[in-house]
C-alpha cells in the first residue's frame, strides 16, 4: 500500500507498507527520486574542473563535480553532458562511465550515474537563477588529499574522484608492468 | 520562511523561502535528518566485514558497510559503535574518522561520519524487525575491484572502501620509502 504525502519539484515523499524478505510488514517513508548524472571533467590527464557551489542544505559552500538530474525519459549519458555544459561551459568529446551508486538507499531510490569526461571543448555556460558556483582547477592527486583533509566533503565527488584516482593509478601500474 | 511539510520516523520535509548569495529567491525542498555515521570494519589488515541488506528503496539487496542515523544527542562515534555491534555483532577495539560527507546535498542536510573499526572482539548481534542481512568478508582489494564492477553501489560503502585502501596505499609507499 503506498500513500503519498507529498510531490515536489525534486522530491516525491510516500508512506509505503511494504512486506520484508523476513516476513516483517513495516510502513516505509521513501523518497522517489528521477535519479541523477555527474561528471568528472578532465582538463587534461592530471587536472580536474571543480565547481565551488552554495548548498542551503548543506550551510554553506561545497566542492562538487558538475551534476544534475534526470529530465523525464532523459539518458543518464545525455543528462551528463547538459550537467556539464550548463555548470561549467565544456563539452566533452569523450564521457566515460565509473559507477553508478545509491545516494542514501534507506530512505530515497536516488541513483546518481557518474562518468569521466576528456577531451573537453569549449561551450556555453547556463546557469539557473538558483546555481550560485566557481570554477575550480585542481590537480587529480591534490583533490584525493582534499578528500583526506576533509575539504571535499561531498559524497559524489568523493566517489567519482577517487574512482577515476584508482584507474589511474592501475593504468599505471599496467604501462610499468 | 520555512513551512514543515511532513515529520516522520527518519524524514522531516521542509519547504524553505531562501535567498541566496547571488540575490536570488527562492523556494527550496529540504529533508532534515538527525545524521549518520558508517563503519568499514577490518577483520585483519587485509580483510573487510560487508553487510548484504534488504533495501526497499533500491529494489532488493545491496552490499554496504555497517550504518544507522544518529539517535537525538548522540555522538557521532558511540553511533558508529552501537551500529557496529548491533549489526554484525563486533566491537570495535579501535575506532578511527576516515571522513564525514554530505549524501545528496542538492535536498538534504544529511551527513554520514564514516570511521574504520580495527581490533574487532565479539559483542552481541541485535537486529531490529525491519533489517535484513547477512555477513560477508573480502579482503579490501576485491571490494575495490567490486565497487569497478558495479557489485557494491552503495555510495557511502564505496566512499568507506575507497578511502581506506587509499590509506593502505599511501602507508605501504612510506614503508617502502
Chains 1, 2 share one sequence.
Do not use: W
Amino acid at each position: 500500500m503506498t500513500k503519498n504525502i507529498y510531490k515536489g519539484r525534486i522530491v516525491n515523499l510516500n508512506l509505503e507498507t511494504v512486506t520484508l524478505p523476513n516476513g516483517a510488514t513495516v510502513e516505509l517513508e521513501v523518497i522517489h527520486h528521477p535519479g541523477a548524472a555527474a561528471v568528472v571533467p578532465l582538463k587534461d590527464e592530471r587536472t580536474v574542473i571543480l565547481i565551488r557551489q552554495y548548498r542551503h542544505a548543506a550551510g554553506g559552500y561545497l566542492y562538487e563535480i558538475p551534476a544534475g538530474k534526470l529530465h523525464p525519459g532523459e539518458d543518464p549519458r545525455e543528462c551528463a553532458q547538459r550537467e556539464l555544459e550548463e555548470e561549467i561551459g565544456y563539452k566533452a568529446g569523450r564521457l566515460d562511465h565509473v559507477t553508478s551508486a545509491y545516494t542514501t538507499p534507506g530512505f530515497t531510490d536516488e541513483v546518481i550515474h557518474i562518468y569521466k569526461a576528456t577531451q573537453l571543448q569549449h561551450g556555453q555556460q547556463c546557469l539557473g537563477h538558483d546555481e550560485v558556483l566557481a570554477l575550480a582547477e585542481f590537480p587529480l592527486e591534490r583533490t584525493i588529499a582534499m578528500i583526506r583533509e576533509g575539504v571535499i566533503k561531498d559524497a559524489k565527488t568523493i566517489v567519482g574522484l577517487q574512482c577515476v584516482y584508482l584507474q589511474v593509478l592501475v593504468e599505471n601500474i599496467g604501462e610499468e608492468g
